[in-house]
Each structure stands twice: as C-alpha cells, then as structure tokens.
C-alpha cells in the first residue's frame, strides 16, 4: 500500500513572520507581509534554504524599525521595571549579601495565597486581558474590560502586601513568645520582615501594570 | 525656493522614479526588486515602506490598496502613483543636476575635471 505524502505547506517562518505582524502598523500589515511572502514565495523555488535567510533578515529589520513606533509603550514599561529590579538588586547587593534577602517559607507565605486568591476573585476573562494589554499596544477594549483588567493587579497587588503584613505579625508574635534568648531576636526580625519586603516588592510591579491600564482608561474619558 | 520645495534625497529620487517606471504596477516588492536590480539598492521592505510613507506624507505620491493574492497570503497590494507635485519635485532635482554637470566632464584616470 502507498502511502501518501502529506501535502507541506511551503511559505515563510511562522514565528519571525508573526513578530514581524505584531510589530508592524496596522496600515502596513497587508502590504508589508503580503510584499515579503510574494518575494519569498519565488526565492523559495530557487534556493529554499537562502529563502529562509533572506526572509529573517527582512522581517527582523523591518520588525526593529518600526518597534520603536508601535511598541513605544511596552518597551518604556519593560524599561521601567528593569530599572525598579535592577536598583532594588543593586541595593540589596550593597546592603549586604544578597543571600539574606532570599527565605523560601516567607515566599511561600505571601505569594501562593495572593495567587490563589486572586484567581477566585476574578475571571478567566479579565486575567487575559490584564496580562494581554501589557504587551499588546492595539488591544482595543470597552472601559468596564479595562477597569476589570485593572482590577486584577490591584487584587494581588493588595493581597501581595496585606499577606506580607501578616507575615510580619506571625513572626512578631513568634518572637514575643520566645523572647528568653535575645541573640537570636536580630536574625529573626530580619526574617520576619522579609514577607513586608516581598510583598511591598510584588504590589511595585502590580502598581506600574495598574498604572499602564489605568492610563487607557483616562484615554478613554474616564 | 520655499522650505517645501527642497531638493530631493538621492534614495527618495530613485524610489519616485521607480514607481514611474513601474506606472500601475508600483507596489512595494516591485519597486523594491527594480532598485536592486538596476542600482544595486537592496533595500529591506521596512526601509522603503519608511520612504514611501515620507513622501506620501510630503504629498509627492497617493497610494491606493489593490487586489488580494493566494501568493501573497491572501493580503493586499498597496499601489504608489506619482503625484503632479512629485513630478514637480523629481524635475527640479533633474534641472538642478544637469545645470551643475554642466562644464564637467568624468575621465577615466583624472576623475572630474571642467570642459
């Protein structure tokens, strides 16, 4: 029995020509992609694997050319929390080591639980618009979509820092009750307020995500 | 000569003279293949659509879209005609480099010298 072949479709890379689509002004999608499929589409008969090459070398181009255009948004937002993490590394790093800074329980105690609750609290909907309008400037949504995609970071954002307070009051009253040895009340305070330091760190990048959506909203004609 | 009416850029007047030559078949991957093939001009698609818009922005061309193509994913053409203002404009960048060859002329060993 013969088998058959299945039929390939020959056309560009997928993932460079999405970027390339995601990347590009809506006015010039259809020329720009339509234009570099066409010249591909020849090439591609000739020299397949030269094809390909000329194919990511235009699409990246093209893509870098007009990011800073389209995308002006979403990079100066990354820009921004690059630079909150950076200099919260930076000062962490001359504080001391950087080791100090790191407890797995007081991890575990503020953001599983902000997570979990924040996922009840809201819809499936509303999370994929959160998260879908930090990178994608086109996205047009109606105001009751922003304000609940809003709503999202500002759940966590809250739920982030009021777990981290409980933190502090858990460790505190672990401390008051064994106060006898106080050689060991220096670590374990450091330790204790470690969940505030999470917390207040994870309600920053919630605040800037906040921020960005609440921008469209005012757009909008709050 | 007002602000508006400056001489055109080297890439500018090849690409405006592309889409003449081209007439109702200037879309972007034909005028880009003509300049690589009659000036070795291999230009990316981001660096002519980037021109072209500058010029469309300049009024010295119009773009309509065309025909949707099975080669081309199912996507539009986007079609450039030469305004009356960028006739205008490639014939005073003409003038103005014919009136300053005027004199010279290029030999092989001496470069540019006066007639």
Redesign the interface.
Known sequence: MNSVNPIRRV?PPKLIEKFLHWSLPPE????????????Y?QLVAIQPLKANYWYT??AM???L??LTKTKRGLIMFLLGILVFIGISLLAMILGGEISMYSNVPSFLMVIPPALIITIAATSKESRKNAFALLINEDLSLVKIELRAAKHVFLTFGNLSLLMGWIGVLIGAIAMASNIDDLSYFGPAFAVCILTIFYGFFIKGLCYAAESKIQFKIISQGE | MSDKEKFLGEFEQFVLLSILKLGENAYGSAIRILLAEAVSRDVTIGALYTTLERLEKKGLLTSKMGEVTPERGGRAKKYFTLTAQGNRALKRSKDALTNMWQGLSICNQHGVSSR
């Not at chain 1, 999608?29 to 570099?36: A, R």
């Open positions: 056309g010039l999608k259809d020329p720009v992609l339509g234009d570099l499929a066409e010249e589409l070398r235009q181009c093209t893509s050319q007009f």
